[in-house]
Structure formats: structure tokens, C-alpha cells
């Protein structure tokens, strides 16, 4: 296994959200560390938490969410940095420029009112990175071009309605890019293009990863990408992590039964299984959360302390975890 040099660090992270029907305990004491270098990637089902996780990071949780508790450790060259206590400004230096973001829906990122040009150059201009507007739009078409944007003298000018979802989509990723970013929080990079243009934009940010030494953060519920692109996985279930390793680790030998159902119910072509394993029962309410281990209603393996105390991750083998009282005692 290699040395993990941490670029950030999540420590025990907790989020609600004050809604009018009860206070909905979205994060649950998240921690997870993510190494330099790495493409490392948040699993699980919708709600799960991994958006709002990906958020708090540079405090972006969105209204009536609210941060209660928990450290997010930026390492600069320089040292290391609590991004939770960081004055606004201070962080406003950071998040877009060293730590950027692609979010899900493309045609909702962009502005409609602006040409693609304008929003690129105003990113770089904004952080300083290229001092003047004029340069910054000149440098927007080399921004185009490495994200393999057709055309991108041409494409500079145009406004996202003239642009296809992939187009809507490279330029969004160029948006996070141009101001060399040292890491990327792609939130399901992919789920509103079509599968030929998803297998595109996912070779796109392998080779951006490659050449400009990138980390980044995945954020998915698809199972085949978290294989095809990640090197460590955390599985998330109702406002918890509760399985983390290597992908080899965690798609080889599973060991949290949300996992291994997980696993059961995506296809698997090799294996000429007709019928398709669902979980049984729902998601909780995460206003009235089950007590001890979340999953304990879905789960076929529950015990009684599964009903009264929540598990700790615990590491089983180096650099694989689980949190689930099979293993914990
Ligand atoms: Fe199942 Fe208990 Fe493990 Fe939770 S802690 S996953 S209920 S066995």
C-alpha cells in the first residue's frame, strides 16, 4: 500500500438541518482522510449525506443546514489549516482556486446571461490568478482547450444554450480548472449526460488527474464508476461512513452488510444473474434517526447492541475499515 501524504482531513463532522417539520441530523460524525494524489470517492444511495459532506468541506452547506461540530483539515505547503474556523475571506481564497468544484447539473452551474468566456476569465480574475480581464479571456480558450472543447475559439463566445450537456459539462469542469486547483469535488460529474458522454468526461478528468497531478473527491452512487475511477472508497449510509478502504479492498472482500447489498444490487454482466438483489425496507428518516447502528432495521445480521450503540469504524486489515459491531467486538 502506499504512503498516504493527507491533503485533507474531515474529523468527526456533524451537519443538521433545521427544518420545519424537525431538525434532520443530515452528517453523523464523518471522518475520513484523503491522501494526495488520489481520486477518492464518497458511495452511497441519495440522502446518504455525501453531497452535504462534500460541502461542509469548504462550508457550503446550504440553508437551514448548519455545521455543529467537526474539523476540516486543509495541509498547504505551508501547514495545515482548520477550513471550519477560517475567516470567510480567508476561505473565499481557497475554495474555487486551490479547492473547486464541479457540481451535478451543469446547465444549473452556468449562468445563462454570460457567455462561457466571461464565466471562465471572471474566475481567474476573481482570484487574482490572471490579474486582468483581457488576458483572462485569451486564457479562457486554452481552458476550452484542455478540456477538449470542440472548437474552442468559437465556443469561448457562446452562451450555455447554445452548447450541448457535454459541452454545458467541460465547460463547467474548465470553470473549476482554470485556476489550477490542487483539489476537485466532482458531485456526480456525470449524472445528466448520456452514457457515451459520461465515459467521455470521465476519460476527460482521468487525464486532467494525470497531468496536472490532481486530487480529487468523487462523489457518485454508481457503483461501476467508483471501480472504473477511484482508489479509495467510502461507503456512506443515513448520515454515516460505514465502510472505507481501498477499492480493491472494498469491492473484493465487503464486509459491512450495506456494502455487500450494495454490491448485490448492481449488474454484473460476467455473472448471468436474471434478478437483481434490492435491500429490503427504506432509508430512515433522519429526523427520527434509528438508535445505535443506522442500518440496524435493513440489516439481516442485527443484534441487540446493534439497536442501542452506534459502531465505531474500526480498521480490520491496513486500510480497511468498517463500522459495524460483526467486527467490533
Ligand atoms: Fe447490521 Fe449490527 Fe452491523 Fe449494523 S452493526 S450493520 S445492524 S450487524
Redesign the pocket.
Known sequence: MEICKPILEVRDLYVNFYTYAGIVKAIDGVSFTVCEGETFCLVGETGCGKTVTSRAITRLVPEPGRIEKGEVIYYTPYGKINLLELPEEKLREIRGKEIAYIFQDPAAALDPLYTIGYQIAETMVEHKTVPKWKEAFIKAIDVLRSVLMPDPEKRVKAYPHELSGGMKQRSVIGIGLSNQPRIIIADEPTSYLDVTIQAQIMDLLRKLKKEKKLTIILITHNMGLVAEMCDRVAVMYAGNI?ELGTVEQVFKNPL???TKGLLRAVPNPLTKIEKLEAIPGTVPNLIYPPPG?R??PR?S???DI?KREK?RLVEVEPGHHVA???YSR
Open positions: 460505514v459491512h452488510p450495506y447502528c442500518f440496524h440489516c445480521y442485527t443484534m446493534c459502531p459495524c459491531w460483526l
